[in-house]
């Protein structure tokens, strides 16, 4: 044997003018497999494993197809007793297709693990939020989760928009899907927060299905303003909604935040606007109030560095806006990575129910689509800029290979739950289709808060209506 390897080593040499010391049998097929299709019970693995790096197993949810149940029922007991998930697939060599399982474990994947994440820049604070966050893997796929739930759900508005079966205003989020889930990962749900006309995301996250949210868009009965509120008024509890009003929603935030305050219920607000709204005088108003009476309110610019149309440098002489509270800290966050987001929220939530009043967190975050629908979003910036964004900065793309290198999931079970995001969107849209509108006798309806009907003058003194909380 080893006279036979030496002598196909030096033809090896002959052949590739390389100097081939294969000592063993494994050694050998690994040199030849270079230059041919070499199979081997031992080879092959040690030849991937020095050529390119490992990937996850497969790992899938699914309910066996009875067939497959059928063939599983003719192995061996040990093989079915393998704990879920698993996945099936074709035994190598059988002309039959036979089909075993190949059993991956929970315990099989990274359960927690740390990560570096960028610093953030502080204003009048000694210190600002860690610069190492934790996540769990129920963490991570529940984030990943509700973010390409967020990002399914606006690329089908915008797809509805483009039927003309949405009409009117219609502000996407898809890019930012980062910051609604990172605030939310932070704060609790007994907290209040409010936002300007950006809102599908937070009405996602503040607990609305994309069932009623899409319904509302189309305006129909099922919405959750019942078809009358549209794209930028949607509400759940402790969420006060999209504001049409630029920067409207600051005061209101203070407001809010007082009353927190007054009730000594421990809760904070989070008041969030655009760079946009940054330069509106209401906005520095607020701040002023809820500095002097120490308010627990986070006020929140997400900065996507575009208004309606505008560079934040065309239209701000300080770029700066965690620093444009003056008197009021501020902390500038990464606003395209969740877990930076969570963890700055985190220490601004903490600052505010010690008693220290408000704080203003900059997130520095991008728009893929354009202001609003109206907007096609490419006239002030470039196709280029968007796609380079999108490919080194994505934040469903970030969360998604942060697990995959750790091993806290596997591709496969993205997929899947890809899969089922994008069933669930597609069902909500056929609802929010065939669902009715709402009929005229509504019209009024939860105009105000009473319990008995309310009479409604019309569109003239002899019409009269009837209001219904």
Not at 17 to 29: I, K, Y
Not at 49 to 56: F, S, V
Not at 116 to 145: F, M, S, W
Not at 149 to 177: N, S
Request: net charge neutral; aromatic share 8%; charged share 20%.
């Amino acid at each position: 044997m080893q006279n036979m390897l030496t002598i196909i080593s030096n033809a090896l040499c002959r052949i590739t003018g390389r100097n081939v010391g294969a000592q063993t049998v494994s050694e050998l097929l690994v040199d030849l497999s270079e230059y041919v299709s070499v199979t081997s019970p031992a080879a092959p693995a040690l030849a991937q494993t020095r050529r390119q790096p490992p990937k996850p197993p497969p790992v899938s949810t699914r309910v066996l197809a009875s067939a497959q149940t059928d063939q599983l029922d003719q192995l061996d007991g040990p093989v079915r007793a393998l704990e879920p998930p698993c996945v099936i697939t074709n035994r190598g060599g059988n002309p039959n297709g036979a089909r075993v399982v190949v059993s991956r474990s929970f315990a099989d994947f990274t359960s927690q693990a740390t990560f570096d994440i960028k610093t953030c820049d502080v204003h009048r604070l000694e210190e600002g939020p860690p610069v190492r966050a934790e996540l769990t893997r129920d963490q991570g796929l529940q984030y990943y989760r509700v973010m390409q739930t967020v990002r399914r759900m606006e690329l089908k508005a915008d797809q509805l928009y483009k039927q003309k079966i949405i009409r009117g205003f219609c502000h996407l989020y898809d890019g930012q899907e980062a910051c609604a889930v990172g605030i939310e990962a932070a704060i609790n749900p007994s907290d209040h927060l409010i936002t300007a006309y950006r809102a599908h995301g937070y009405t996602y996250t503040r607990g609305i299905s994309v069932k009623e949210i899409l319904a509302e868009l189309t305006g129909r009965k099922g919405g959750v303003a019942k078809g009358k509120g549209g794209s930028m008024h949607m509400y759940a509890p402790h969420f006060y909604g999209g504001n049409g009003i630029v920067g409207a929603q600051a005061p209101l935030g203070a407001g809010i935040a007082l009353a927190c305050q007054y009730q000594g219920n421990n809760q904070v607000c989070v008041s969030l606007y655009g760079d946009g709204a940054a330069n509106q005088g209401q906005l520095f108003e607020a701040f002023n109030m809820a500095a002097l009476w120490k308010l627990p309110c986070i006020f929140v610019c997400e900065n996507n560095k575009y208004g309606m149309g505008t560079s934040v440098e065309r239209a701000s002489a300080s770029t700066d806006y965690y620093k444009r509270g003056d008197y009021i800290p501020g902390i500038r966050v990464d606003g395209m990575d969740v877990l930076c987001v969570r963890e700055a929220t985190r220490f601004a939530a903490d600052h505010c129910r010690s008693g220290k009043g408000p704080i203003v967190m900059e997130l520095q975050t991008y728009r893929y689509h354009g202001h609003s629908m109206s907007d096609p979003g490419v006239s002030y910036r470039t196709r280029d800029e968007i796609q380079e964004v999108r490919s080194k900065s994505d934040p469903i793309s970030m969360l998604k290979e942060r697990m995959l290198s750790n091993n806290m999931a596997s591709v496969e079970e993205f997929k899947e739950m890809d899969v089922a995001i994008r069933k669930e969107v597609e069902e909500a849209a056929q609802f929010a289709t065939s669902d009715p509108e709402p009929p005229l006798e509504e019209l009024c309806n939860h105009i105000y808060s009473n319990d008995p009907p309310l009479e409604v003058r019309g569109t003239n003194a002899w019409v009269q209506l009837k209001s219904v909380s």
